[in-house]
Each structure stands twice: as C-alpha cells, then as structure tokens.
C-alpha cells in the first residue's frame, strides 16, 4: 500500500501557510511605509547626542 | 514519521485560515472600521493617508483581538443558541485555547502598534475598550445583569472616539457625542433581536431584559431608549460635527425609528407571534441602516467646505 503524498489536509495548510506569509509580508511593508512617513514628517526629530567631557 | 502516527481525527478538525479570522468577528469589525474612519475624518485636524490606514487597521485588529476573546470566554453559550452555533469554537474547528493565543496576541499586537503609528491615548483607549469588551461585558456583565447589553454597549461605542482621537491626540465633546449615539442606540437595537430571538436567550441562561423582565417592560426600555436617542441624534447636528446634511437624516430616521419603537410598544406577544415578529424584526433591520447613515452624514458634512451658515 503506498503513502498518498498529497492529503486534502496538507492543501489546506499550506493555504494557511501562504496566507500566513502574506500577511507578516503586508505587515513589514506596512511598518516600512510608517516608519518613511514618521521620519519625513516634519515633526521628527533625530535623537541629540549629549556631549560628553 | 510513521503510517503510526497517522490520526485522521486530528487532521479533520484542523482549522482553515478563514476559521481564525471568522473568530475575528469581521461584520463587527467592519462596523468599528468604519465608526473609526468616520472619527477620525470628523476630526478638525488631518492625518497622514498612512498614518490614518495603518492606526485603523489596528483598531480593527484590537476589535477582532477582543472578539475572539469573546469567543473563548462564551464558547458555551455559543453553542446553545442557534445565532452562534456555527461560530468556529462551537463548530469544532478551533480550539478555545487557539482563541484565547489568538485574542492575547493580537490584543497586544494592536495596541503596542497603535502607540507607534498615532499616540499614546488613542492606544490606551483601544486597550481600554478591549478590556471592556472582554472582561467588564463578556466575562462580568452578560451573565450577571439585564443591563449587560446598556452598560456592555459602551464597548462598541469607543471606535469613533478613538479616531478622533488619533487624529488630535486628544478628546473633545464632539468625539463623545458620537459614542453617545452608539451607546444609546445599542440597547433598542439588541433587545429588538432579543425579541424575536426569544428562545435563543432563554436557552443559554443570560440575564437578557426579555428573560428577567419580561417582554412587555423590554417593549418599553426600547420606546425610552428611542425616545432619548432621538434628542441626542437631533441635537448633534447642531454642533460642529453635524449640519444640514445630517440634520435632515436625523430627522427622517428618527422619525422612522420613534414610529417602529412605538409599534412595538403598541404591540403585544400574541400579536408579534401572529405575525412572526415583523414589526421587531424590521424595526431591528432599520437599526443597521440607522448607524450607517447617521455616520455617513457625519462623514459627507465632515467632506464638505465649511461654508454653511450657522454651521460655518
């Protein structure tokens, strides 16, 4: 008797993997896209090194 | 692996990603996207268009957050009414521990990136509703006192708040008279359900008006709600969030929605039964449109140039 590779459970997670993936994929874009706006806003202001003696 | 370690059981009940996100709640979701969108463009302050998609998008995301720890706390009652039996824990095909991870997570999720990408209050706030929703609603009040859905309504009524709030990083009367009109129209609106879902509630336990109250009293509580809602509607229009545009919706849906709670008023158990809770039931599909329009009035006088007479 062979082993049916390919079960319907496998497509199924692998459906869930991929949305999975797509979803932390869109979320980094996201974060880029925020992150870009945030720092070329006006309010942003870089962070001032205190001196040090 | 082994042909040993094959377990058919294991594999049928496992979830689809549609399962994970049904626990999410997404019509309800899409009402808190919304109230959300329309507070945050009500706002006298502009937002960024990504500032304003991402800090939304984690207002639904805390929304689902807090839905799916609803689903994990009332699985049981889930399962006895026939509305949420189809829900995913009831149906078998997640687990309630899978929705607890779930709800935690995301709860957390969204509040820390909410934080980020508006402010601190408008974060504070959805973690505040989240804990309203989850614990002072679904794990307190639902199944100790009639009043769960008056008191558990304020949940449902923070989105537009927290828009607002995104948008100026601050609160203002304009942003509570919209969670007012959310909290005094859940009431009527639930009950009217609860009227024609009569066994429903019965069945699983939870203290609704209908069950410790009676029908009769439920009729009047949704007549008084009405009756306030109806000022409360009206009277927004003449503050800075409203204006012609909303003042005539206002009026003609209120006026609608006064003649359907006097209906039900008017009306008694033989009679509803007679006619399979018509009444109840539109009055119930008017409540949707209701919101819908009272916020999108709120959204089309926001759109418009402020050039109306005693609204300019």
Same mark, same amino acid.
């Given at each position: 008797?062979?082993?049916?590779? *390919?079960?319907?459970?496998?497509?199924?997670?692998?459906?869930?993997?991929?949305?999975?993936?797509?979803?932390?994929?869109?979320?980094?874009?996201?974060?880029?896209?925020?992150?870009?706006?945030?720092?070329?806003?006006?309010?942003? *202001?870089?962070?001032?090194?205190? *001196?040090?003696? | 692996?082994?042909?040993?370690?094959? !377990?058919? !059981? +294991?594999? &049928?009940?496992?979830?689809?990603?549609?399962?994970?996100?049904?626990?999410?709640?997404?019509?309800?979701?899409?009402?808190?996207?919304?109230?959300?969108?329309?507070?945050?463009?009500?706002?006298?302050?502009?937002?960024?268009?990504?500032?304003?998609?991402?800090?939304?998008?984690?207002?639904?995301?805390?929304?689902?957050?807090?839905?799916?720890?609803?689903?994990? #706390?009332?699985?049981?009652?889930?399962?006895?009414?026939?509305?949420?039996?189809?829900?995913?824990?009831?149906?078998?095909?997640?687990?309630?521990? &899978?929705?607890?991870?779930?709800?935690?997570?995301?709860?957390?999720?969204?509040?820390?990136?909410?934080?980020?990408?508006?402010?601190?209050?408008?974060? $504070?706030?959805?973690?505040?509703?989240?804990? @309203?929703?989850?614990?002072?609603?679904?794990?307190?009040?639902? =199944?100790?006192?009639? !009043?769960?859905?008056?008191?558990?309504?304020?949940?449902?009524? @923070?989105?537009?708040?927290?828009?607002?709030?995104?948008?100026?990083?601050?609160?203002?009367?304009?942003?509570?008279?919209?969670?007012?009109?959310?909290?005094?129209? +859940?009431?009527?609106?639930?009950?009217?359900?609860?009227? @024609?879902?009569?066994?429903?509630?019965?069945?699983? $336990?939870?203290?609704?008006? +209908?069950? +410790?109250?009676?029908?009769?009293?439920?009729?009047?509580?949704?007549?008084?709600?009405?009756?306030?809602?109806?000022?409360?509607?009206?009277?927004?229009?003449?503050?800075?969030? $409203?204006?012609?545009?909303?003042?005539?919706?206002?009026?003609?849906?209120?006026?609608?929605?006064?003649? $359907?709670?006097?209906?039900? #008023? =008017? =009306?008694?158990?033989? !009679?509803?039964?007679?006619?399979?809770?018509?009444? &109840?039931?539109?009055?119930?599909?008017?409540?949707?449109?209701?919101?819908?329009?009272?916020?999108?009035?709120?959204?089309?006088?926001?759109?418009?140039?402020?050039?109306?007479?005693?609204?300019?």
């Amino acid at each position: 008797m062979s082993i049916k590779a *390919e079960h319907e459970i496998h497509q199924r997670r692998k459906g869930r993997n991929v949305g999975v993936g797509l979803m932390l994929a869109a979320f980094v874009v996201l974060v880029l896209a925020l992150t870009f706006v945030k720092i070329t806003g006006g309010a942003f *202001e870089l962070p001032r090194i205190e *001196e040090t003696q | 692996m082994t042909d040993a370690s094959y !377990q058919p !059981q +294991t594999f &049928e009940a496992e979830a689809s990603l549609g399962d994970y996100f049904a626990l999410l709640k997404p019509r309800v979701m899409s009402l808190v996207v919304f109230t959300a969108l329309v507070g945050l463009l009500a706002a006298p302050i502009s937002v960024h268009p990504v500032i304003a998609f991402a800090s939304i998008l984690f207002v639904a995301i805390g929304a689902g957050a807090s839905g799916a720890l609803n689903m994990w #706390w009332d699985a049981d009652i889930d399962a006895v009414m026939k509305r949420t039996a189809k829900r995913p824990i009831p149906a078998g095909k997640v687990t309630p521990d &899978e929705a607890k991870v779930l709800g935690v997570a995301l709860s957390g999720m969204s509040v820390m990136m909410l934080a980020l990408s508006a402010n601190l209050l408008a974060a $504070g706030l959805l973690a505040f509703t989240i804990f @309203f929703y989850a614990v002072v609603y679904s794990m307190w009040l639902k =199944r100790s006192t009639p !009043q769960n859905i008056v008191i558990g309504g304020a949940a449902g009524a @923070f989105p537009p708040v927290i828009g607002w709030v995104i948008a100026t990083g601050s609160m203002s009367i304009e942003a509570w008279l919209m969670f007012a009109l959310i909290f005094m129209w +859940t009431p009527p609106h639930f009950w009217a359900l609860a009227l @024609f879902m009569k066994s429903d509630y019965d069945d699983a $336990g939870v203290p609704m008006l +209908t069950v +410790t109250h009676g029908r009769k009293s439920t009729r009047v509580h949704i007549l008084a709600y009405t009756v306030l809602l109806f000022a409360l509607a009206v009277g927004t229009a003449f503050t800075s969030i $409203g204006g012609p545009v909303y003042l005539t919706v206002a009026v003609v849906l209120n006026l609608l929605f006064l003649k $359907g709670a006097f209906d039900i #008023w =008017r =009306r008694n158990e033989v !009679q509803a039964e007679a006619d399979g809770y018509a009444v &109840e039931k539109s009055f119930f599909k008017l409540s949707l449109l209701y919101l819908f329009l009272h916020f999108g009035a709120i959204l089309v006088e926001a759109m418009l140039p402020a050039a109306w007479g005693i609204w300019a």
